[in-house]
């Protein structure tokens, strides 16, 4: 069906959002012609809305996030969120399988859905004047989902074959899910978004209700509405739409099972025929914007900001540029999480360098900025990068929505997003270099290893 | 408290107990003149009680098993099945605190308590006038304790200590639980069986009670009772103290998250200051007795006596005798568990050697297994050995029940153990290379090295 063909990038596009918005979260705030028009209210049953004001264009974007994700499945039950989500496509007793999203297809509008750790959104982008329609529908499949084993069968084989070509015929995401399950030792969020395959395998229509009869309910749920409207519009809209819904759950207290101290750097080597060019990535655990020290967080965005973001970055210029080791290498920061998260590096050496090489090149720029920190100018350049990439975020509206949406799914709210320009421009030199020294602690990290798997065994098994 | 002493070594006595009663419960089932007086039933409650006569002194081994363990605690909860057994000796209304514990040492006995990963056990050595008695506190305390914080918080102390001088403090105890966690990516078997200590921190009265109620209960215990008794004394006894208990709970079914299909080698690098002596140990995934095929259980069994038991093995003749690389080397293989288990290798380097050369030691024993198989003579001795063994182990008592005890917890049968003798006469030198070529492959395994932290930063982290 059309939905599930466009649905088809969502984990990783939701997965990439992630680790850009939380450096437009962290900088657009700094228009402060924009955020005051961004209103916020709570219904009747405990649902919140967030109005974020955009009349250029006389379109909305629609989009109704639960605080649900996969690490709130419960263990052996892997992939569930998402499943429920591809489930939510199929129809209820009002609007039967495929009416939504053939309406939204008529009148011309998107639609899409994803699903993270923290979270599970729907949106759909339509002219203002269907916005009405829209929470009708988001309204009705909120709790009126029809589901039966001729429905859940079919799609759980969508699902498998999502996963083939996701991960399983993908060597570095192969990889990557190993390394996050080797980082994470007891935090959910070291098992697949998508599920272990032995576990979406196994997964049933009562384990899709139960779940959505858990999870789904308007208290658990926060609508954005980006637009051509006004903030009282959206209220009456909402109350008359979605303030119907009852209450119908009380979703459990998001209290995950946390990280013990972290204290033995680990490896993990993934060898498969089908890697044509070797590479490396480490992820080291550190705090989230949630669970941070005040500032720290900002720190850690600015850290990776410098460190890999660009070919103007540290291990750019120096693996790619002066030395010549390798053909990429950066680094990246996924501040937006509930619980502890991950900060990551990678590199891909030049044919005829080994990993090793590279490893130890990545190492040296790492130990440098640990000892001898970082510049005034580099950190005055970095607050302006990313004060200026959101200034360009702020001009798509679904971009706007979205990072309200993983921001809020995430542990924050409105004010703290209002805040997050202050905490970017309080960040020192020295905080970045404390942020270095304390969580680019080897002993944190895992680093994966991808190499080309030539069939001896003798060297499949080192 | 006297039993809390007592208990100090109870968890690395089950570890060891484990891994060695695999190879107990192997080859002692051949003495047919043993097994045929070991007889079993079962209580209207549901209790299965198990009887192993042994007249030549008027003693009795009396233990009560629970088929929970650490595997069964709910995720964040790790630690609550150990901390239960120790709130097991807080008394009920009807025996205070101290109360059992004084008996048995008054009339001269001895007791003892224990928690794994799949079972948890209380069993106590008296005189066989005093069975009656034991079998009257022990069922007693299946459903009568009472908890107060009170009584519930000193003893969480007592176990935070415990974790202090097993783990804590143990950097050898610190790198198996870090390797242990990174071989189980989604099974339950990766936390500690002690419990990570920031969670045994979190565990309350609350905590320990609706695990008690949820698990303790006839039908989720087995009696084992070994010594100078006839089945028809035990069965008496145990109607008239144990059959009065009502079936309090249903415990649910030991279905644990299953680990995905290991595909990437990993390895796990502690350092400490207070490493003497460098080390490695690896685990592989391995099948166990109840989810191997028929007769491979029996195979890893022989493989593991072949490749690393004793100086006679085959890593022990390479590494300590023939390179003197080593002063230690060996194999091993947890046959009993639940869940696919662990096959460990280890080995120490002799001084001015290095881990990667007593790896590449131990790369080259297995290779060679894997490559050119065993000898029919290594087989023999292997099985003649494992047979001799049990035979010395059949004269003890407590032993015995032990043995029974840990087979029937992970999901053997008295039938099974009978026929296990069987099962070892059935391998053959090409069932053994199979083994070692199928589950002895580094993309199963986890490799820790502890090595010793001389404070400066550099390698620390590396």
Not at 274 to 297: F, H, I, M
């Amino acid at each position: 069906m059309g939905f599930a063909v466009k649905r088809v990038k969502s984990l990783s596009a939701a997965a990439l959002l992630a680790a850009a918005l939380c450096v437009m979260i962290g900088s657009s705030a700094a228009r402060a012609a924009f955020l005051p028009d961004v209103a916020t209210f709570t219904l009747g049953n405990g649902m919140q809305v967030v109005v974020i004001p955009d009349r250029r264009q006389p379109v909305v974007t629609h989009m109704l996030w639960y605080k649900v994700g996969s690490a709130d499945e419960t263990p052996g039950k892997s992939g569930l969120a998402h499943f429920l989500e591809h489930l939510l496509f199929k129809g209820t007793q009002k609007n039967p399988a495929g009416r939504f999203s053939q309406v939204v297809s008529t009148i011309g509008g998107q639609e899409n859905a994803f699903t993270s750790n923290d979270y599970t959104g729907y949106y759909q982008r339509v002219l203002r004047e269907n916005l009405r329609q829209m929470m009708e529908f988001e309204a009705d499949r909120m709790t009126g989902l029809v589901l039966t084993d001729d429905i859940v069968k079919p799609e759980l084989n969508v699902v498998l074959e999502e996963q083939n070509q996701r991960i399983a015929n993908n060597p570095g995401a192969k990889l990557s899910e190993q390394v996050q399950a080797a980082l994470f030792l007891n935090h959910p969020y070291g098992r697949p978004v998508i599920g272990w395959r032995h576990e979406i395998e196994g997964l049933t229509r009562d384990d899709a209700l139960a779940f959505y009869r858990r999870f789904y309910t308007p208290n658990n749920a926060v609508l954005i509405v980006a637009g051509d409207v006004t903030v009282d519009e959206v209220r009456t809209l909402a109350e008359e739409t979605y303030g119907k819904v009852p209450r119908i759950a009380e979703p459990p207290a998001r209290k995950r099972p946390q990280e013990p101290p972290p204290i033995a750097a680990r490896t993990v080597t993934f060898a498969d025929p089908r890697v044509a060019q070797p590479s490396l990535q480490r992820d080291y655990l550190v705090p989230s914007n949630a669970t941070a020290r005040k500032g720290e967080a900002a720190a850690l965005d600015i850290l990776a900001h410098i460190l890999g973001s660009g070919s103007n970055s540290r291990l750019y210029r120096s693996l790619v540029i002066d030395k010549g080791l390798a053909v990429s290498a950066g680094a990246w920061y996924q501040g937006s999480a509930l619980d502890d998260t991950r900060f990551g590096i990678y590199g891909t050496p030049r044919p005829n360098v080994t990993l090793q090489q590279v490893e130890e090149g990545i190492d040296a720029v790492i130990a440098e900025l640990i000892e001898k920190g970082i510049t005034a100018d580099e950190l005055d350049r970095a607050r302006t990068k990313l004060i200026a990439d959101t200034v360009f975020a702020q001009d798509n509206q679904a971009t706007l929505a979205r990072w309200f949406g993983v921001a809020l799914m995430t542990g924050s709210t409105v004010d703290d997003i209002r805040a997050w320009p202050d905490r970017v421009r309080a960040v020192t030199t020295d905080d970045v270099q404390n942020a270095a020294r304390t969580w680019l602690d080897k002993r944190r990290s895992v680093t994966g290893y991808l190499v080309r798997d030539n069939g001896r065994a003798e060297e499949k098994r080192s």
